[in-house]
């Protein structure tokens, strides 16, 4: 057997430490799993997201069909409370209501203001009021 030297044994020393630190470092697999898990949060959420500005709201119908048949909304939904109230009444289907600012009405001094058939409706009017004033089915 061949005698090594101590400049060549110091190298074989240091190689073989250098082995055994790689082989000692675990593979994070923790972090890997809490970074996946918390990107599949954020896709889930962004998803649902989606998904619900998507779907149509409970009444795209009858918004639609008043906004079909003449009704104007005139309102200060920025900080009238029954402008807001009314426009919560329809939900996600309030973006079907011929909304316009109540200085742009004919007017308009309570809000919400609705004209319907040229006639004026002032404060927050019930479905079933604005359905029989149409002939929209709720």
């Known amino acids: 057997m061949e005698q090594l030297s101590k400049h060549e044994l110091r190298l ?9 630190e ?7 697999i923790k972090l890997v799993a809490l970074a996946l898990a ?3 949060l954020i896709a889930g959420s962004g998803y649902g997201y989606y998904v619900y500005r998507n779907s149509p709201g409970a009444y795209d119908d009858f918004a639609k069909c008043l906004s079909e048949r003449g009704a104007i909304m005139y309102g200060a939904i920025e900080w009238c409370k029954y ?9 996600k289907s309030f973006k079907y209501i011929n909304y316009k600012n109540y200085k742009e009405g004919p007017d ?3 809000t919400p203001t ?6 004026r409706y002032e404060r927050v009017q019930s479905f079933e009021k604005l359905s029989s004033l ?3 089915k709720v």
Request: some cysteine; overall charge positive.
């Open 108 to 110: 308009i001094k309570t």
């Open 22 to 28: 790689v082989q000692k470092k675990p593979f994070p």
């Open 134 to 136: 149409t002939g929209c």
């Open 114 to 119: 609705w004209i319907i058939n040229n006639e």
């Open 83 to 91: 402008t807001k109230e009314q426009a919560a009444m329809f939900g």
């Open 12 to 20: 074989l020393k240091h190689r073989e430490k250098g082995k055994e």
């Open 38 to 40: 918390f990107i599949l």
